[in-house]
């Protein structure tokens, strides 16, 4: 029994240390390695001012890779009227604070196909459009990662 639970201990610590590994390595990459956790600021990808007047050519992609206060993520996309808005759920995932970091800093970039986007994150306070997102992120999504907590959505403006 004693040697089980030293081998059971020392599976334990080889799975922990690869996840520090996997944890530090990812806060200094070009971008997110793995969706869940955030990567370091972007550093590759032609850097494109003018963006898009209309973002509908993202309607159908599923997520995108997303810059905002020295960190990147992996994350939803919505489009609506031609707008890119970007979600954030409050309850999922836990510890989450770009949101609240954006009301401060706004300073954004939107990674799409190499080229990256400087955008302006704007809050979303109009309720029906706060409404027509969560139904188009319920359709295209199936709904939101965690159904019982609020959702804040930011349009990704032209920088100011």
Do not use: C
Request: aromatic content about 10%.
């Amino acid at each position: 029994m004693k040697k089980l639970a030293k081998i059971l201990g020392g599976v334990v610590g080889v799975i922990a240390g690869i996840i520090l590994v996997l944890v530090v390595v990812n806060r200094f990459w070009d971008g997110p390695l793995v969706e869940m956790l955030p990567g370091g600021p972007f550093t590759s990808g032609e850097i494109v001012m003018e963006g898009p007047e209309d973002w509908s050519f993202l309607a159908d992609r599923m997520t995108v890779e997303f810059e905002s206060a020295g960190r990147s993520r992996i994350t939803w996309i919505h489009v609506l009227d031609g707008d890119a808005y970007i979600g954030a759920s409050l309850g999922f995932p836990p510890f989450k604070t770009w949101h609240e970091t954006a009301l401060v800093d706004p300073n954004a970039v939107l990674r799409v196909d190499g080229k990256r986007y400087p955008r302006h994150l704007t809050k979303v306070e109009d309720e029906e459009t706060q409404a027509r997102l969560k139904e188009g992120g319920e359709r295209k999504y199936g709904g939101s990662p965690d159904p019982s907590s609020e959702t804040w959505y930011f349009r990704l403006d032209p920088p100011r």
